[in-house]
Every structure is written in structure tokens, then in C-alpha cells.
């Protein structure tokens, strides 16, 4: 997915964690590494977040401290989770939320990347054990929501 947003033009910001949770050596992850901008966020924080809100992987913690980050400044920002208890948190948290299919909705909507492609990915997330609904195609192609 990471490849397909920056094929679109955008450079998504992630945290030093996702990246490495996500990603292994090879020439697709160099681009990925080089394209995209990586930051820290705050152990502490993460530690506070995984006290409070137990059960929640290292990755999705360092997107929700990177999201409050942003949310007390004036940067536009989406924290882009799909574990169920991690959106959960983000609502909580009250801060921006979007989904893999909300991803995939964007850049269809805007041109960026055509249906087909956005389905195949879909379905390789899926065989690899990404847990997302099976009307994705349907939802890909709904309006972009303003939530």
C-alpha cells in the first residue's frame, strides 16, 4: 500500500515502528524508505498509551502518539489504522482516523490509482492476513466520507 501512495504522488509519514514491522530488505522498501518520512515518536508517550489502552501492538501505539502530535498542531493528518481496538482508541483520543479502504477510496476518488488496482492490493492484504471487509470494492467506490 505504501508503494501505491507514493506511485500516486504523496509522501506518506509513518513512524520508525511501522516501518519496521512492515517492511524487509529489497529494492521496494529502499523507495518506500527513501520516499516516505520516517519519524520517532515518544517512548514515553507510547508507554502511557500502552498502559492505558492494553493489548495494542507497538506499531498502532506509535501511530496514535504521532497522531496527537499532530492533532495539538496545525498539520493535517489521518492516523490510517485498521485494528479494530486501535480505531477504538483513535475515537477515543479524538483523533483523525482512516482505514486501509478510506486509503484506497482517496486515491481511487482522485485518480491516482484505478479500481482494479486498488481491489488487487486489497485482496493481497487479505491473503496476508489483513483483516478487512469483504464488500471493499463496494466501499472503495462510495463517497469519500468527511468523518
Known amino acids: 500500500m505504501l508503494e501505491s501512495i ?7 509519514v509513518t513512524t520508525k515502528t511501522v516501518m519496521n514491522e512492515v517492511l524487509t530488505d ?23 498509551l500502552s498502559n ?15 497522531g496527537e502530535r499532530y492533532d495539538s498542531s496545525d498539520v493535517e493528518y ?4 485498521d485494528d479494530g481496538r486501535a ?8 483523533l483523525e482516523l482512516m482505514g486501509s479502504i478510506g486509503v484506497f477510496r482517496e ?7 484505478d479500481l482494479g488496482k486498488a481491489d488487487s492490493l486489497i485482496c493481497e492484504m487479505k491473503a496476508n492476513g489483513t483483516r478487512l471487509p469483504e464488500n ?10 468527511s468523518d
Open 52 to 66: 492505558r489502552f492494553l493489548g495494542l501492538g507497538s506499531g498502532e501505539l506509535s501511530v496514535l502518539a504521532l
Open 6 to 12: 507514493l506511485d500516486s504522488g504523496y509522501a506518506p
Open 26 to 48: 529489497g529494492p521496494q522498501v529502499d523507495r518506500v524508505r527513501d520516499k516516505s518520512e520516517i519519524v520517532r515518536t515518544d517512548p514515553v508517550r507510547q508507554e502511557e
Open 78 to 81: 489521518s492516523c490510517v489504522l
Open 87 to 94: 480505531r477504538n482508541v483513535c475515537d477515543r483520543l479524538d
Open 136 to 145: 471493499h470494492r463496494e466501499l472503495i467506490q462510495s463517497p469519500p466520507t
Open 107 to 113: 486515491l481511487v476518488a482522485k485518480g491516482s490509482m
